[in-house]
Nanobody, 117 residues
Framework: QVQLVESGGGLVQAGGSLNLSCAAS????????MGWHRQAPGKQRELVAA???????NYADSVKGRFSISRDNAKNTVYLQMNSLKPEDTAVYYC???????????WGRGIQVTVSS
């Protein structure tokens, strides 16, 4: 069992930046997928950014060029650097790690990000 804890959220003005962190309770070296998802009120949860064990990154079109995902295996942590934030980025952000070859997956509890206009 792996527990994920997100941090770094909060309230920021439009145009500002936040850096989210997701720390795992155990080693996540064997997990080949890590992602950040978000869910805004009244909307479905969406994948915002993902990184594979090989370092391949993917981003939702709405955040390309503004968000950057990275991982630090030594610290068992995955990050989401968010720049040029917009009010439409307001949502609860969730960290997710998975072994896509087995289906084993874990989710964090989520952290609120609010961008004021």
């Amino acid at each position: 069992q792996v527990q994920l804890v997100e941090s770094g959220g909060g309230l920021v003005q439009a145009g500002g930046s936040l850096n989210l962190s997701c720390a795992a309770s155990g080693s996540f070296f064997s997990f080949n997928f890590m992602g950040w998802h978000r869910q805004a009120p009244g909307k479905q949860r969406e994948l915002v950014a993902a990184i594979t064990s090989g370092g391949r990154r993917n981003y939702a079109d709405s955040v390309k060029g503004r968000f950057s995902i990275s991982r630090d295996n030594a610290k068992n942590t995955v990050y989401l650097q968010m720049n040029s934030l917009k009010p439409e980025d307001t949502a609860v952000y969730y960290c997710n790690i998975a072994k896509t070859y087995s289906g084993e997956a874990y989710w964090g509890r989520g952290i609120q990000v609010t961008v004021s206009s």
